[in-house]
């Protein structure tokens, strides 16, 4: 079906096809009262939480930023075991957009930096989701 299928090409070796994949995985993630997805998405966690921060350590997509942290908040007590390790992988990116931004300013780009600080912003929300869950 279409929800297995968005899982299974998070984990794609082509980028675009990962970031349409997460994109379709947050419509997912975003039904409330279906059953069979929780079931699909909760037995999938930990194969999910590593797409979706490898997509967004490659591309800086608000989407695949949303789409972890709706697994995340949807999920709170499957993503408790990976805590520690989403939040230190959160923290390390954070300090990548936000010198990533500081890197287009000093070259003086046409970029403010708002892609990198928008990124950031999300991965900080995320940050405190997974604090919330614990």
Request: charged share 20%; aromatic share 4%.
């Amino acid at each position: 079906d279409a929800m297995e299928a968005a899982m299974r090409l998070t984990a794609d070796a082509e980028l675009p096809v990962r970031v349409f994949a997460c994109t379709c995985l947050q419509a997912f993630l975003g039904r409330e009262g279906d059953g069979e997805v929780q079931a699909a998405i909760s037995q999938s966690v930990a194969p999910l939480l590593e797409c979706l921060l490898r997509t967004m350590s490659e591309v800086h997509c608000e989407e695949v930023a949303e789409a972890l942290e709706t697994l995340v908040t949807r999920f709170p007590e499957e993503i408790v075991p990976f805590a520690a390790q989403l939040v230190g992988h959160l923290a390390a990116q954070v300090c990548g957009f936000l010198s990533a931004g500081e890197s287009g300013d000093a070259a003086g780009g046409d970029d403010d930096g708002g892609g990198a600080e928008s990124a950031a912003m999300g991965a900080m929300q995320t940050i405190v989701s997974v604090v919330l869950a614990c």
